[in-house]
C-alpha cells in the first residue's frame, strides 16, 4: 500500500504529521512511503531523514497526491486535492466535520474514505490515537508560557532582601485535558491556582494537582456518554459567570479552555469581567478560534482591553512544533498499525473494528458517521 505525506500548506503550521522515526516504523510494517520534499522542515527534520528512514522523497504534489492509495496529514485539504486523488483512497487528518460540511459532501462525491482525528473515540484504547489529548496537553502547557512571558510579574513568591513577592494568583476555567496540563504548568511555575469545570467528576483532578477548586451550585450539569460535557442553560452559564466575577478581578492570569463537543464554546468572561481586572494582567482565551470564551477576544491575535492583555492564539500546540509533531505522527502511526494487515500490507477499513467507525466521515461515496450525517444533510 502506498502512503502518501504531502507538505502542509496551512500558513504558519510548523508541525509535521510523520517524524523520520514513525516514518521508518511505516516501512519496517511494510508500507511504500512517499514524503513530498521539505515535508518536515517545519518541525527541523531534513528530506535525508526520511530517506534514510526508508521514504522516497518527491517534489511533484500532484502526483504524490494522486499515486496515493493512503494519505496522512494533519491539515484538512482543498478541495482541489480532493480532486486529484484516486477514488478509494483512504484521507486521514483534522477535519473539523461538524463545521466542514461542503468538504464533508466534497469527500463523499469523490469516493474517498475520510478519517476524522477528532473524531476518535476518546476511550482508554484509543488513548494512543487521540490526537486532540495529546495536542491539548501541550496547548495547556503553551498557554501558561505565553501569559507568564506578557504578564509584568513573575508567577513564584520571592522572598529576597529587598521584599516579598506574592504569587501570581491564576485562574484556569475548564479543567479538562488542556486545563489540567495549565494548572500543572501553572503549579510547577509557583503561581497560586484555582480552577473550575461544570464536570463534577473535575473537582478531585484539580485538587490532586494541588489547586483550589471554586465551588459553584449550577444544578444538574452532568456529561456526556463520551465524557464531554453538557451545554449549560443561558441561565446556568450567568450564575457561573456571576459566581466567577471576583475571582476573576482578583486574579492576575486567566486561561479559559472551556469547549462542548460540536459546539460553540460559551462566553465566560464578559467584557466587564475583563475590564475588571487590574491593568497588565494577562487571559489566554484557548477557545478564540472556535468562537471565544472571553468577550473580545480576538482569534490569533492579542488585544489589549481596559489595560488587560488578552491572547487568541490558536494551535499553541504548533508553538512547540518538535514535540507536537512527535505525539502527532505517534497517533496516526498507532491508528495505522491498529488496522494494518500484515499478510496483505495494507490498511484494512472495517465497520467492525472498535475504534475506526466512530472516526470514518465518508467512505464509498456515502457519509456512514451518524452523527455527521444528520448535520450535513
Ligand atoms: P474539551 O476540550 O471538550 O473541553 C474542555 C473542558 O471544558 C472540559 O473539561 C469541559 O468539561 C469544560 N467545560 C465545558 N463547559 C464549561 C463551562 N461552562 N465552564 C467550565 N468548564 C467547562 O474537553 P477535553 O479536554 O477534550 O476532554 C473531554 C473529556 O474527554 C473529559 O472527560 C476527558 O477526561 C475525557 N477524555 C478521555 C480520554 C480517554 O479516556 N481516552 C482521553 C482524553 C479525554
Redesign the pocket.
Known amino acids: 500500500m502506498r502512503i502518501a505525506i504531502p507538505r502542509e500548506t496551512h500558513p504558519g503550521e510548523n508541525r509535521v504529521p510523520i517524524t523520520p522515526e514513525v516514518a521508518k516504523k511505516l516501512v519496517r510494517m511494510g508500507a511504500e512511503l512517499l514524503v513530498e520534499a521539505g515535508m518536515g522542515a517545519g518541525a527541523g527534520y531534513a528530506d535525508a531523514d526520511y530517506t534514510e528512514a526508508g521514504a522516497t522523497i518527491s517534489s511533484d504534489r500532484a502526483s504524490l497526491i494522486s499515486g496515493a492509495d493512503m494519505l496522512l496529514r494533519l491539515r484538512k485539504p482543498t478541495p482541489d486535492e480532493i480532486g486529484q486523488m484516486k477514488r478509494g483512497c483512504i484521507h486521514v487528518s483534522y477535519l473539523d466535520p461538524f463545521n466542514e460540511h461542503g468538504l464533508v459532501n466534497t469527500f463523499k462525491d469523490a469516493g474517498i474514505t475520510s478519517i476524522s482525528m477528532e473524531m476518535i473515540p476518546?476511550?482508554?484504547r484509543?488513548?494512543k490515537m487521540?490526537a486532540?489529548?495529546s495536542q491539548?496537553n501541550l496547548a495547556g502547557y503553551v498557554a501558561v508560557i505565553e501569559a507568564a512571558a506578557a504578564l509584568p510579574r513573575i508567577f513564584p513568591m520571592m522572598m529576597t532582601p529587598a521584599g516579598t513577592l506574592k504569587p501570581a494568583n491564576v485562574f484556569v476555567?475548564?479543567?479538562?485535558?488542556?486545563?489540567l496540563q495549565a494548572i500543572a504548568t501553572a503549579k510547577r511555575l509557583g503561581a497560586k491556582v484555582t480552577a473550575?469545570?461544570?464536570?463534577p467528576v473535575?473537582a478531585e483532578q484539580v485538587r490532586s494537582l494541588g489547586a483550589k477548586f471554586l465551588e459553584i451550585d449550577l444544578g444538574e450539569t452532568g456529561?456526556t456518554s463520551?465524557?464531554?460535557?453538557q451545554e449549560?442553560t443561558p441561565e446556568q452559564?450567568e450564575k457561573?459567570r456571576q459566581a466567577q466575577k471576583d475571582l476573576i478581578a482578583k486574579s492576575d492570569v486567566v486561561i479559559t479552555?472551556?469547549?462542548?463537543?460540536g459546539r460553540k464554546p460559551?462566553v465566560?468572561v464578559t467584557k466587564d469581567m475583563v475590564e475588571g481586572m487590574q491593568p497588565g494582567s494577562v487571559i489566554v482565551d484557548m477557545a478564540a478560534e472556535t468562537g471565544g470564551n472571553v468577550e473580545g477576544s480576538v482569534p490569533n491575535e492579542t488585544v489589549t482591553i481596559g489595560g488587560v492583555t488578552v491572547i487568541g492564539k490558536g494551535n499553541l500546540a504548533g508553538e512547540v512544533a518538535r514535540d507536537a509533531s512527535q505525539m502527532y505522527s505517534s497517533n496516526l502511526f498507532n491508528l495505522v498499525e491498529d488496522c494494518w494487515d500484515k499478510e496483505k500490507n495494507e490498511f484494512v477499513i472495517s465497520f467492525e473494528h472498535d475504534i475506526l467507525p466512530g472516526c470514518i466521515i465518508t467512505h464509498g461515496g456515502e457519509i456512514t458517521n451518524e452523527t455527521i450525517k444528520n448535520i450535513v444533510e
Not at 476555567?173 to 486545563?179: E, L, M, Q, S
Not at 479552555?257 to 463537543?261: E, P, S
Open positions: 476518546r476511550t482508554t484509543s488513548q487521540d486532540l489529548s491539548a476555567i475548564g479543567a479538562g485535558v488542556a486545563g473550575f469545570d461544570t464536570r473535575t456529561e463520551g465524557g464531554y460535557a449549560l452559564v457561573q479552555t472551556a469547549q462542548v463537543f460559551p465566560l
